[in-house]
């Protein structure tokens, strides 16, 4: 069965960061497009990175390419998104995703869509920023 399992959200002062962390089970984890997403209390669900295991390729949305870093560890099956100098603003559950068939096209915002990803999604982690 597959499965996403997302850690490292909590508690941080503004301007503070954080390594969030995605692993994977039950997939194999080359083959798929792995996407950090964002939902705050009465927003929509936000992309914010993805990467291409395979290709190695990443996709920041433009709001966050500035402070967040996506990568992976393909030994670990895990996906991590470093995010620097945090915001209040930033505040939100943070989840992941994984989607196989999305590797058949070329990389780009279609990434970020959180609707493409029809496969798995993790459980989410809490990040809470204080002023």
């Known amino acids: 069965e597959a499965q996403l399992v997302e850690s490292g959200g909590g508690l941080v002062q503004a301007g503070g960061s954080l390594r969030l962390s995605c692993v994977a089970s039950?997939?194999?984890?080359?083959?798929?497009?792995i996407g950090w997403f964002r939902q705050a209390p009465g927003k929509e669900r936000e992309g914010l990175s993805c990467?291409?295991?395979?290709?190695?390729?990443?996709i920041y949305a433009d709001s966050v390419k500035d402070r967040f870093t996506i990568s992976s560890d393909k030994a670990k099956n895990a996906v991590y998104l470093q995010i620097d100098n945090l915001k209040p603003e930033d505040t939100a559950d943070y989840y992941c995703?994984?989607?196989?068939?999305?590797?058949?096209?070329?990389?780009?915002?279609?990434?970020?869509?959180?609707?493409?990803?029809?496969?798995?999604w993790g459980q989410g982690t809490p990040v809470t920023v204080s002023s």
């Open positions: 039950g997939i194999t984890f080359e083959d798929y497009v």
């Open positions: 990467i291409y295991n395979r290709r190695g390729t990443t």
């Open positions: 995703a994984a989607d196989e068939m999305m590797r058949m096209y070329s990389p780009g915002d279609r990434c970020l869509v959180p609707k493409r990803y029809l496969e798995v």
